[in-house]
Structure formats: C-alpha cells, structure tokens
C-alpha cells in the first residue's frame, strides 16, 4: 500500500508538472492540427499546387510563342552562299560574274531570329488539354479535403487510444490497490488461524496478475503517446495530458441521411472528375485526325558576326495540315482511350457500390459497437457491486478468498470492456462519418471539459 501511495503520489507531481508548462489541447484540436500539418495532408496540397501549375502550363499553350534563335554557319554551299549574300545584303553581280559560283570561297553568316508561332485552330485537342488538366487540378484540390479527413480521423483514434490505456492504468491501479489491501487482510486471518495458506498465495497470484497487466498497460501507453505525436506531426519525445473523454452519444440518424451524403464524397467526387477528363481523352485523340491550322511570323536579323544587325527582313506564313497516314497511330490511340474510358466508367460504379457499402457496414458497427457499451456499462456497474457485496461476505466468513478474488478480476474484466467499448463506440461513429462524406469533428460530443496539454520531454 505504501509502495502505491508513493508510486501515485510521484505520478501526479509529474502530471501537475507537465501541466503547468503545457499548452492546452483537446481533442478538436488534436484534429485541428492533423489537418494542418499530417503529411498527408501536406502532400496533398503540394499535389493541389501542381495541379493548379499544370492547368496554367496548358493554357499557356493557347497563347503566342515567341521565340530566339541565335544560328552561326559557314559554308562553300554554292545555293547557300548565293542566298546567304542575299540576305546579308552584300551581294555583287560584277563580283559574282568574276568568280565561279560553283565553287565559292568559305562564307560567314550570323543570323538573329525572333519568331512567333501562334496555333488558331487545333483540331479540339488544345482545348480538351485545358479542360482535362482543369478537371485535374480540381481533383486534385479535392482530394486534399479527403487527406484533411483521413488525417483527422487517424488523429482522433490516436488520441482516443491513448485515453483508452490512459484511463486503464488507472483502473489496473487501482485493481492493485484494491487486491494489495485482498492480500494485507488474508495475510492477517493467516496469522489468526482463520485462513489458510494457500488462499494468501492465491491472493499474491492475483496480484502478480495485476501487476504483469500494469506494466503491460505502461508500455501500451509510451506507444500510444508516440502515436499520438506522430499523428500530429510532433516531436516524438512529447508528452501529452489528455482530458476525459464524454460518453459516446447514440446514433440518432437512420441509414439513409448517411448514404445521402456519401453520394459526394470527396475521393468519390474527385474519382468523378477523372473520369470526365478520360472522356476528354477520346476528343483530344479523335483531334488528330482533324486538321491543324497555325500562324508563324518572323523576323531575322543577318551579319558576318554572331548578334549583328548588318541587315534585316521578315515573313508572315499561314499553315494548314491534316495526316493522311500515319500507320493507324491516331486511330489506335483512339480506340485505347474509349477502351480506357469504359475501363473507368465500370471501375466508377464499383466505387460508389463500394462506398455505398462500406456506409452500411459501418453504421451497422456503430449501431453495434453503441449496443456494446450499453451493455458493458451495465456489466461493469453489477460487476463493483458483485464485488463490494462479496468483500463484505468475506470479512464475516460466509465466503473464501478465491470467491473474493474472481469477483474483483471480475470487475477488473468489466472495467476493461467498458473502456474498450467507449472507444470502439467513439470510433465507430467517427468512420461512418467518414465514411458517409461528413467531417468526423461532426459527430464528436461537445465535452465538459477541454483543459488538455502538452509538454516536450
């Protein structure tokens, strides 16, 4: 009992401690901060950014290029030195009859050249990119609010878990207080020949029991708590004070309100979007089949030495083109993208059956997991009672040790289900909220108190 008293008594001056250097915390916000700052979370919205890149990298396209060139040659190509002269502006008839144009003398050119391409008419294709890489960029957003989700999910069961081992190294303290003091009174009937031995040893046993359980709950507990800082993105060494968790509320709804609001789900919505931009795939494929028309203006600059401005002209030229044959290249892409797009549009429902019943599995186990804690709540009140009737029993001598004892292991045992139960409830209740498209923060009861913290260790 000493050994207890000061062992609790050390604990709640660390606790006091950390208290006093913590900044608070409740499970809202433990939430709050896996939104913000799981990687997952963050990756997500990295993924957003290069989304939202690639639509205005596509719609760049639809504007002029403009374009530099900076091209240096030498050549006795009789045409090319005939042309090059011309353009340099350094042509002479009378030294061109002197000399032999067939065999000319090496000849410098530099040429300067601005050129500016602008596509008028793409066959579809341009536009179908933008609106394939706009669809991408809004999957892609959309799917961070789903990583937000999933983040604060992951968060809220680590933080519940540890609660949960929390709350139970209380209770195995409290069974080792309560089977210390079982051991203290058999000890005293053994020294006034009112009980035999062999009940104290059982009595000992049930305490070494106790003890193997709280030690295992401790090391529960340092994992839980490395969990928890992960979830959060924390230093792992952090120390968290959790505060008491309210009972788990009942479900209130009926199946459908939750089956309604899976229908936009955000990694559903975002699956959606996919599945329009395979759509888009097949115009952007049918496009090259079409005709493409462009404008190409420019304007150049020629002299003996590289960046020179000795003479200048320019051309403006319209194009059109259209493949002819191309060794049925566009037509297979073609048919693939249709393939792809039938591929998406079965993989799509099955999605949404999947979803469809993953929301019923999950409010079945809500419903279940609420059943549940009722009962062993229930269990765990008859079980104290069972317990404190039976240690009354046996402080007159109308039962022995071993019935004393299983009714506490008895208790013990309820205890333990019904702190498993509140959190299965929690939960459950927090993945059909998922599930069903809905923040979990949505179905999380409104504590009495939110004094929670933290310290670094």
Not at 69 to 89: G, R
Not at 278 to 297: C, D, F, N, Y
Request: hydrophobic share 45%.
């Amino acid at each position: 009992m000493t050994r207890n008293l000061v062992l609790g008594m050390a604990l709640l001056g660390s606790l006091c401690l950390a208290t006093a250097e913590a900044a608070e915390l409740s499970l809202l916000d433990a939430m709050s901060t896996a939104r913000n700052q799981a990687r997952e979370v963050t990756a997500a919205q990295a993924q957003a950014e290069a989304g939202a890149a690639r639509l205005k990298q596509a719609k760049g396209y639809r504007m002029p290029q403009v374009r530099f060139q900076e091209i240096w040659m030498t050549t006795n190509t009789p045409a090319e030195v005939f042309a090059l002269q011309l353009n340099q502006k350094t042509f002479s008839f009378d030294d061109f009859v002197m000399s032999d144009p067939n065999n000319p003398d090496w000849f410098e050119n530099a040429t300067s050249r601005f050129e500016l391409m602008l596509p008028i008419y793409m066959g579809g294709g341009l536009s179908g990119r933008i609106d394939q890489a706009k669809l991408g960029a809004e999957a892609a957003e959309i799917r961070t609010s789903w990583a937000a989700d999933s983040a604060a999910l992951a968060a809220a069961e680590a933080y519940i878990r540890l609660a949960q081992v929390r709350e139970n190294l209380v209770l195995l303290e409290r069974s080792l207080e309560t089977v210390d003091a079982h051991v203290n009174i058999a000890r005293a009937y053994v020294d006034q020949g009112m009980l035999v031995r062999s009940e104290l040893l059982m009595a000992e046993v049930e305490r070494s029991r106790i003890q193997d359980l709280f030690q295992q709950a401790q090391g529960q507990a340092k994992v839980a708590e490395a969990n928890l800082s992960f979830r959060l993105g924390a230093d792992p060494s952090t120390s968290w004070e959790l505060s008491r968790l309210p009972d788990p509320q009942p479900i209130a709804e009926g199946i459908d309100p939750w089956l309604v609001t899976a229908e936009t789900r955000a990694d559903l919505e975002a699956a959606r979007r996919m599945l329009s931009a395979a759509e888009l795939e097949v115009r952007v494929q049918r496009s090259a089949l079409l005709p493409k028309i462009g404008l190409q203006a420019k304007y150049d600059f020629y002299d003996q030495n590289p960046f020179g401005t000795g003479a200048h002209s320019g051309s403006v030229a319209a194009m059109a083109s259209i493949d002819i044959f191309s060794g049925n290249r566009h037509r297979a892409a073609k048919a693939a993208a249709e393939a792809d797009l039938e591929a998406g549009r079965q993989q799509l429902e099955q999605f949404e059956d999947g979803i469809r019943l993953g929301v019923k599995d999950a409010y079945e186990t809500a419903i279940s997991a609420r059943q549940r804690y009722d009962t062993a709540m229930a269990a765990q009140q008859a079980a104290t009672e069972a317990e404190r009737i039976t240690e009354e029993r046996f402080k007159k001598g109308v039962v022995k040790m071993i019935d004393l004892l299983d009714a506490s292991t008895a208790r013990q045992e309820a205890e333990t289900r019904q702190l498993v139960a509140a959190a299965e409830a929690y939960l459950a209740t927090l993945e059909l909220a998922v599930r069903s498209g809905r923040q979990p923060e949505s179905v999380i009861p409104t504590p009495s108190t939110t004094t929670s913290s933290r310290t670094e260790s």
